[in-house]
């Protein structure tokens, strides 16, 4: 079942390369086929990149959506990044860092600077009414160590160096996020007077959050077992698939080629004797990741085990009481039902008005049982 779960991980992700290929050649289409071909990226391909903790796709995906759904935002907000950004800051904080390192007799792989992605400053000022110099990690440093005990050691020094912003620090290294993402997160005041954000990371930590799922290819070479890993691995190909064959539904769009085995479920259930079902075989533990459609638009929720779809309701953004709900093409009658790996949630408005996009797909799909291709 092992080798079974990495071969549905490099379909995943020749199905997220081929996608991030595609946005950055969108250039030649009319703005209308670029801007559904975006929107859809960002809802879709952009969460599920996320939730295999590859965030480098996921920044690229993001940032190159943001570009074509949002041009005047992207060309203003580029200009405006390019003006704030202080390099000279980040040069003179990574010499800093350096020397105080060297005297702590510690030794490090790399420190580089960054600044925040352009699409992660713009969701957050949008979401959070703020303004650029508002935000604490638009500037950041970066440091790769050989190994966990030398970045707590890095973290004094830091904090030793600089005052730090209170209620700013994270510890990811002991408390790693559910897409396997470690770090240490601190956000302290330059010289300047401007926030910067200081990661702290191993290399294997740092390969891991480049690179997410992929990583764990190496647990077959016994470095490392991550229980839930195959099942998201599985749950996030059913998704993709779905998704290709949902906007296509008369002409389905498999993830990869070769003689996998085929499944005869329709999404989002597995049957008991499916081979891709394998919350059987596996103890998880982990999150559980859930559809949500709203306003005809499909997102990726991640939610604690055990959430219930009241827990799911207090994050949609048009939920009320007027609202009936559907939970795999099913009415709900109980709010405190619990939610299992892959369940798809419907907000219906008391409004009837056509289905299209992704809701019209699903129920195609669960009308006429269309198998979902796993291959």
Request: proline share 5%; net charge neutral.
């Given at each position: 079942?092992?080798?079974?779960?990495m071969?549905?991980?490099?379909?995943?992700?020749?199905?997220l390369?081929?996608?991030l290929h595609n946005?950055?050649?969108?250039?030649?289409l009319?703005?209308?086929?670029?801007?559904?071909?975006a929107?859809?990226?960002?809802?879709?391909?952009?969460?599920?990149?996320?939730?295999l903790g590859?965030?480098?796709?996921?920044?690229?995906l993001?940032?190159?959506?943001?570009?074509?759904?949002y041009?005047?935002?992207?060309?203003e907000?580029?200009?405006?990044?390019?003006q704030f950004?202080?390099?000279?800051?980040?040069?003179?904080?990574i010499?800093?860092?350096?020397?105080?390192?060297?005297?702590?007799?510690?030794s490090?792989?790399s420190?580089?600077?960054?600044?925040?992605?352009?699409?992660?400053?713009y969701?957050?000022?949008?979401?959070k009414?703020?303004?650029?110099?508002?935000?604490?990690?638009v500037?950041?440093?970066?440091?790769?160590?050989e190994?966990?005990?030398?970045?707590?050691?890095?973290?004094?020094?830091?904090?030793?160096?600089w005052?730090?912003?209170?209620?700013?620090f994270?510890d990811?290294?002991?408390?790693?996020?559910?897409n396997g993402?470690?770090?240490?997160?601190?956000?302290?005041?330059s010289?300047e007077?401007?926030?910067?954000?200081i990661?702290?990371?191993?290399?294997?930590m740092h390969?891991?959050?480049?690179?997410g799922i992929?990583?764990?290819?190496?647990?077959?070479?016994?470095?490392r077992?991550?229980?839930?890993?195959?099942?998201?691995?599985?749950?996030?190909?059913?998704?993709?698939?779905?998704q290709?064959e949902?906007?296509?539904?008369?002409h389905?769009?498999?993830?990869g080629?070769?003689s996998?085995?085929?499944?005869?479920c329709t999404?989002p259930?597995?049957?008991?004797?499916?081979?891709?079902?394998?919350?059987?075989?596996?103890?998880?533990?982990?999150?559980?990741?859930?559809?949500l459609?709203?306003?005809?638009?499909?997102?990726?929720?991640?939610?604690?085990?055990?959430s219930k779809?009241?827990?799911?309701?207090k994050?949609?953004s048009?939920?009320?009481?007027?609202?009936?709900?559907?939970?795999n093409?099913?009415?709900?009658?109980?709010?405190?039902?619990?939610?299992?790996m892959g369940?798809?949630?419907?907000?219906?408005?008391?409004?009837?008005?056509?289905?299209g996009?992704?809701?019209?797909?699903f129920?195609q799909?669960?009308d006429?049982?269309?198998?979902?291709?796993?291959?």
């Amino acid at each position: 079942m092992v080798f079974l779960a990495m071969e549905d991980a490099r379909a995943v992700l020749i199905k997220l390369a081929d996608r991030l290929h595609n946005m950055r050649t969108l250039d030649s289409l009319p703005k209308i086929k670029r801007q559904c071909f975006a929107k859809e990226t960002l809802e879709i391909f952009a969460p599920l990149a996320n939730q295999l903790g590859i965030l480098n796709w996921k920044e690229q995906l993001e940032n190159l959506c943001f570009k074509h759904l949002y041009p005047e935002q992207y060309e203003e907000l580029s200009s405006n990044l390019h003006q704030f950004y202080n390099r000279d800051m980040i040069a003179a904080a990574i010499r800093r860092l350096e020397q105080a390192l060297q005297v702590s007799g510690l030794s490090y792989r790399s420190i580089s600077g960054r600044h925040k992605s352009m699409y992660s400053i713009y969701s957050k000022m949008a979401r959070k009414k703020l303004e650029m110099d508002e935000i604490y990690d638009v500037h950041g440093v970066r440091v790769i160590l050989e190994n966990k005990a030398d970045c707590f050691t890095t973290l004094e020094v830091v904090h030793h160096l600089w005052p730090r912003i209170p209620g700013k620090f994270k510890d990811y290294v002991n408390s790693p996020k559910p897409n396997g993402y470690q770090s240490l997160h601190t956000v302290v005041l330059s010289e300047e007077a401007l926030p910067l954000e200081i990661q702290i990371r191993t290399g294997d930590m740092h390969l891991q959050a480049e690179f997410g799922i992929a990583a764990h290819w190496r647990y077959k070479e016994g470095l490392r077992s991550c229980s839930c890993v195959p099942e998201m691995v599985e749950w996030v190909r059913c998704v993709v698939t779905w998704q290709c064959e949902s906007l296509h539904i008369d002409h389905p769009s498999p993830l990869g080629v070769g003689s996998s085995p085929r499944t005869t479920c329709t999404f989002p259930s597995h049957s008991d004797n499916c081979p891709f079902s394998y919350s059987k075989q596996y103890d998880h533990s982990g999150p559980i990741l859930v559809i949500l459609l709203e306003n005809e638009k499909m997102s990726v929720q991640e939610l604690p085990q055990k959430s219930k779809i009241l827990d799911l309701l207090k994050r949609a953004s048009s939920y009320d009481i007027q609202l009936s709900l559907r939970l795999n093409c099913h009415a709900v009658h109980n709010l405190n039902q619990e939610l299992k790996m892959g369940d798809v949630l419907e907000l219906i408005p008391s409004t009837p008005c056509k289905s299209g996009g992704y809701m019209r797909g699903f129920h195609q799909m669960s009308d006429h049982r269309l198998a979902v291709s796993p291959s």
